[in-house]
């Protein structure tokens, strides 16, 4: 599986691909492996997708990797993870020409990302179609973007869109 996450560097927005597998384990305690990712955070939306997100993760190993070895420290990219997880594990592909961003929360709701607007601005500006992104966010006039407010109506609405995009 794989999705795009808008994060920030400081204050530049940067384009980035989240790669994931998803594999059935016969190990006791599965493994969730991060590179480019805090391995605590990692374990948190893999524990979030498992209780609020509709993931059957328990029996699995998760692993993680942001490509081009930059690391991701910032929150907001908690969205392009589970969504590149949710992908793996479904085996179903996520927009080719859409990125993701928004904090994901222990009760499995999806917050605000700092920055929302210059995020857009730079997903416009590559020649991306498509953001999704947590309820409330502000749309920038060049870019369609689909809200949600649960980390499960985002896994449905990005696998969806995923599906009609025809990638």
């Known amino acids: ?38 391995p605590k955070r990692l374990a948190m939306i893999v524990a979030v997708l498992s209780r609020h997100g509709g993931l059957p993760l328990g029996q699995a190993d998760v692993f993680v990797n942001v490509a081009g070895g930059v690391r991701i420290d910032e929150p907001g990219a908690d969205l392009a993870v589970a969504l590149a997880i949710a992908s793996a594990a479904r085996g179903a592909a996520t927009p080719s020409q859409a990125a993701a961003f928004g904090e994901i929360g222990l009760t499995g709701r999806l917050r605000a990302a700092s920055q929302e607007g210059r995020r857009l601005e730079e997903c416009a500006k590559l020649g991306l179609h498509l953001a999704l992104v947590p309820a409330g966010t502000d749309p920038a006039g060049r870019i369609r973007i689909v809200e949600a407010e649960t980390v499960r109506e985002a896994i449905e609405a ?10």
């Open 1 to 38: 599986g794989a999705a795009v996450a808008c994060a920030l560097e400081g204050t530049r927005p940067m384009l980035l691909e989240i790669q994931a597998l998803v594999s059935p384990t016969d190990l006791a305690m599965p493994r969730r492996v991060g590179t480019g990712v805090d």
């Open 158 to 167: 990005g696998l969806d869109a995923g599906g009609n995009a025809g990638t």
